[in-house]
């Protein structure tokens, strides 16, 4: 997820939120959906993450399938569209990329499911790579962003494409 969140300039809540159905190997994009400003918008999917993301997203699906076979459902669905399409949590679409290792209940509904990895998970994992790199500026999740605007503009990208 850090490879992602640097080659991407993906936020870290961009990331976490990051369904199947959002990364297009083909056209070499992602979409981030509800981001800043809850608006949408597209960003690259760098060539040399694709194998990576692929074997993960085959280990995702063959959790997705283990849990709908033991009849918990998918992924907590965006806004209404639980009620529009009642089906779409066990479409391979919806499942988060990056999921949870725990299955959550809610106890109301009494609905099941998986929700996607905790922030701190990862911001934990940061910070034990900075440590054991023996970094002494502070790096975290966010610091990835800076680099991925770097390098375009370096490669002649004009601010303004980088900026939308």
Not at 18 to 42: A, I, S
């Amino acid at each position: 997820m850090a490879e992602l969140l640097y080659a991407s300039g993906l936020r870290l809540i961009e990331a976490l939120r990051l369904r199947v159905q959002d990364l297009d190997f083909d056209r070499h994009e992602l979409t981030v959906r509800d981001g800043k400003g809850g608006k949408d918008r597209r960003t690259l999917l760098p060539n040399r993450l694709g194998d990576q993301l692929r074997e993960h997203l085959e280990d995702v699906r063959q959790i997705h399938r283990a849990d709908l076979a033991q009849g918990w459902g998918g992924g907590m669905l965006p806004y209404a569209l639980a009620r529009k399409y009642r089906n779409a949590e066990r479409q391979w679409g919806w499942p988060w990329v990056f999921p949870q290792h725990k299955r959550w209940k809610d106890q109301p509904t009494g609905k099941e499911g998986r929700h996607h990895l905790d922030p701190r998970v990862i911001q934990k994992a940061v910070k034990q790579a900075v440590v054991r790199a023996g970094l002494a500026k502070p790096v975290g999740c966010p610091t990835f962003r800076h680099p991925f605007a770097t390098h375009l503009r370096e490669r002649g990208q004009d601010i303004r494409t980088i900026q939308e």
